[in-house]
């Protein structure tokens, strides 16, 4: 796939059975990322925002990297997993939640306290477009 529009439409139909763009945009925008038909038609034109790239990928259980620049798979382990459990929280192993605590242990306290933020915030995020998405489905 060319660009990052193609990525973009080929994840959604691949992972959320999406068959439009304006399908596309209607779900980020129920996800809580507000995406007009212009907004798409941009993407078209000039590539999709780095912005319009995460929120898809958190969306749609894709790699951002993947959709921005086509770089390595579509979905990798953590990808998958989320995209198989649904909305479910993933499980980490004995052994990741070690290889986190160690990775955590070795930055020192103002990058460990940005990064617990930043997993606050995702989770938020994600908390945001759970109820955004039992709001629609009625789930």
Partial sequence: MSSSYDRLLYAARELRKLKSPADVARALTEAGYNTSDQTMTNWQAR?????????????????????????????????????????????????????????????????QQQLLGQAKMLLHEQGLVARNYQKRTGA
């Fill in 47 to 111: 590539g999709v925002s780095a912005r319009g790239c995460l929120a898809a990928a958190r969306l749609f259980g894709c790699r951002a990297q993947w959709l921005e620049i086509g770089e390595g798979k579509m979905q990798d382990w953590t990808s998958q997993s989320a995209a198989k459990q649904g909305d479910a929280a993933y499980e980490f192993t004995t052994e990741e939640i070690t290889e986190v605590i160690g990775i955590m242990r070795q930055l020192d306290k103002p990058l």
